[in-house]
């Protein structure tokens, strides 16, 4: 059998079995066509065209069709029919939830299988390299895993959700469980979010199937000598109800570089699109496979646009709901091979194109996919008010609510662009001679200097002595405060924790018990904090607060009072604070990070946690500082019940207040201590909780203790 012989026979059985390994979006089966429609008929939150070539029809999201143009050029029309067909997609199909279609049917089967299938009967097979070296391919009986990805977390074999979600946000206010209200003339920013890790654990489990399938072993020589070379394009559709300006909206794209915004706006003006696409001067290059796969899993795995300065003007709906409905799609092309460069890649000719993906060479194979995807509403963050026939279509529901009918001049205060008060007022007459003016607002690392008739104070001051004649709008005016260095706290800002005195924080029980594994409540951990406090609570004094679960004769009521004055604690949409409660890890971030203007958040990847839960931003903040960690399996478990021992090991973090073990070893007689903590795994932390000492920095975090000195901050005792 001569070499010429060889390979097209070689070439013909790689293709034929790669077919079980290459599923397109193609909508043909063995009995016929099937009707593309019945799979899409119900399919309401996305825009998409069909689009026919090779022979097959594709879903492709309106506006984002990288077969019209990519940077892979002449490799998006390819004479290989067959081998360079769209392969995969996702969000479009209404008759089931998959990814991967072939035939008709979830493929999703074929690409797990060759992942964790049993190779002991080969683990003996080998592939020599180009430098003449074997590479033995199935270790140990299991699958090549050559890049060393988290197959359990970072691939499609745990997961039987292939959908990618959504979520449009006040980038303000991100709570869904409420409906936010605005009232005419405000403005508000919001944050259109796509969690994009189902398209990483696609592209590993991708490449997994490709260097783990017989029909294609020389593939396994793409972890060490493959190139890559990939191209994507994404679309973000607005639909604006009346009543809203976009005159003025500025958008910036968040999670991806390199690219350019194209906004679109339709003849009417309700519609607006933005297609996100790389820069023409900023054409993609040539990578390793290696590099690629690092990148894309070290990557954010989420993309945001941020839309800012939407107004609300008089076309509203007044009193009634408003909603801004969206849709995101796109497309991604990937294109690997080994042994070949840029120019050949690319070449326009035809005859060098089939050469390199024939026989150059060592036979070099061309491993290459396009997926097209559309995103569904989070089920996370789905709106209140959301249409519950359509859960699926990316949404945000506001109320605009209306203006108190009067003959009176109205002043509206407006706070960070948002409606903050108003105060009605006698033609002629000022505030102050018949009513008061609203408490000063607050915008933290910010000191408000007064209300102005400008939005950059560059008009009038207004004061509670300002006669008034007719409507006016003021604005609240802040300038840096000095306390603040670098946009974070310093322990000048009130309210904050003290951070200097090492004092006791945390009581023990009558019988000489800590209960370290006991769990918190809301009103434990309220009162825990208002200790920590610069400045403390006066006891028995009841602070503003509106509960009406909260009876102020409770022991905890001085503490839940002044921390809701102070903004650091919140209730429950139905009005109740809930005291007893048992208190979450999530929660208690949440709690945590109000001390602090942390900046970052929802970057840690724990598993559990995934961008749309409501508590994601907080963990993050709260991780990013230190304070908090996960689990060895990744997890964060939001939802445990946070323990005792578990809030001093945090709260002693937050005060950067570390026990002086040496100290307390040689000094036992004078330490207050448990008899269920000796042994735990927080005891230092306890110790540290509930002894007040002196102490001299060793570093910046390490202590030397001076003494016991028996100084507490414990107030309501």
């Not at 290459?22 to 119900?42: F, Q």
């Not at 143009?69 to 769209?86: P, Q, Y």
């Not at 993309?303 to 009193?319: G, M, Q, T, W």
């Not at 971030?589 to 942390?598: D, G, I, K, Q, V």
């Amino acid at each position: 059998m001569n070499k010429k012989f060889t390979r097209i026979f070689s070439f013909l059985i790689v293709f034929l079995l790669s077919l079980s390994f290459y599923p397109s979006s193609l909508v043909k089966a063995e009995d016929g066509d099937i009707d593309i429609n019945k799979m899409i008929e119900d399919n309401y939150w996305i825009d998409f065209k069909t689009v026919y070539k090779f022979g097959m029809t594709y879903l492709v999201p309106e506006g984002a069709d990288l077969t019209e143009k990519s940077f892979l050029k002449n490799l998006a029309e390819n004479d290989m029919d067959n081998m360079n067909k769209m392969n995969y997609n996702t969000g479009f199909r209404t008759d089931r939830n998959a990814l991967f279609d072939i035939m008709n049917k979830d493929a999703s089967f074929w690409v797990k299988e060759a992942i964790t299938r049993d190779y002991t009967d080969k683990k003996s097979f080998f592939m020599p390299t180009p430098d003449g070296n074997k590479v033995y391919i199935f270790k140990d009986g299991k699958a090549n895993n050559p890049l060393n990805f988290d197959i359990d977390n970072k691939t499609i074999v745990n997961t039987d959700d292939y959908n990618m979600y959504a979520d449009l946000i006040n980038a303000k206010n991100n709570n869904t469980n409420n409906v936010d209200k605005f009232r005419v003339g405000d403005s508000f920013d919001l944050d259109f979010v796509v969690d994009t890790s189902i398209l990483t654990k696609y592209q590993n489990t991708r490449f997994l199937s490709a260097v783990n399938t017989q029909g294609a072993l020389e593939d396994v020589w793409l972890a060490d000598h493959g190139i890559a070379l990939a191209d994507d394009i994404y679309v973000f559709n607005l639909d604006f109800p009346k009543g809203i300006d976009t005159s003025e909206m500025k958008l910036e794209l968040e999670g991806l570089e390199g690219y350019t915004l194209e906004k679109q706006t339709d003849e009417v003006g309700n519609r607006i699109k933005v297609r996100v696409v790389a820069d023409e001067d900023n054409e993609r290059d040539i990578v390793t496979v290696k590099d690629f796969f690092n990148k894309l899993n070290n990557s954010n795995e989420r993309i945001i646009l941020r839309i800012k300065n939407l107004k609300i003007n008089s076309a509203a709906n007044i009193a009634g709901e408003n909603q801004i409905t969206a849709s995101f799609g796109g497309m991604h092309d990937l294109c690997m091979t080994y042994d070949t460069n840029r120019d050949e890649l690319l070449s326009k000719d035809e005859n060098d194109r089939k050469y390199i993906q024939y026989f150059k060479k060592k036979e070099c194979f061309i491993n290459r996919d396009i997926v097209s995807f559309a995103a569904k509403q989070s089920k996370e963050g789905t709106d209140a008010a959301a249409d519950r026939a359509k859960l699926n279509l990316i949404s945000y529901t506001f109320n605009v609510e209306e203006r108190k009918a009067s003959h009176n001049p109205v002043v509206t205060f407006i706070n960070d662009d948002r409606f903050y008060d108003e105060r009605e007022v006698y033609e002629g007459t000022y505030i102050n001679q018949n009513s008061y003016m609203p408490r000063d607002p607050e915008k933290r690392g910010y000191k408000f200097i007064e209300w102005n008739t400008m939005p950059d104070g560059s008009g009038m001051t207004f004061t509670g002595d300002t006669v008034v004649y007719e409507d006016m709008t003021v604005y609240a005016i802040y300038k840096k405060d000095r306390r603040y260095d670098d946009e974070r706290e310093t322990a000048d800002e009130e309210p904050m924790l003290n951070i200097n005195d090492h004092y006791q924080y945390m009581v023990g029980y009558k019988d000489a018990t800590f209960r370290p594994n006991n769990n918190m409540t809301r009103e434990e951990v309220a009162v825990m904090f208002s200790r920590l406090m610069v400045r403390r609570p006066i006891k028995g004094h009841i602070y503003n607060h509106n509960f009406k679960d909260l009876s102020n004769t409770r022991w905890s009521a001085t503490a839940i009072s002044y921390m809701n004055e102070l903004g650091l604690i919140k209730g429950y949409p139905d009005g109740t604070f809930k005291p007893e409660k048992t208190i979450t890890r999530a929660e208690f971030a949440a709690m945590a990070t109000r001390f602090a203007n942390l900046f970052g958040g929802g970057l840690q990847g724990f598993v559990d946690v995934p961008y749309t839960h409501w508590a994601n931003d907080v963990i993050g903040k709260a991780a990013s500082a230190g304070w908090v960690s996960g689990y060895p399996d990744g997890t964060f478990k939001p939802e445990n019940k946070i323990t005792r021992a578990e809030v001093v090991s945090i709260t002693n973090r937050m005060l950067t207040r570390r026990a002086d073990k040496d100290f307390i070893t040689k000094h036992r007689s004078a330490i207050l201590w448990f008899t269920d903590t000796p042994t735990h795994w927080a005891f230092y932390d306890i110790v540290e909780a509930c002894n007040g000492h002196d102490y001299t920095r060793q570093g910046t975090i390490e202590e030397n203790w001076l003494n016991v000195n028996l100084k507490t901050f414990v107030y309501d005792k």
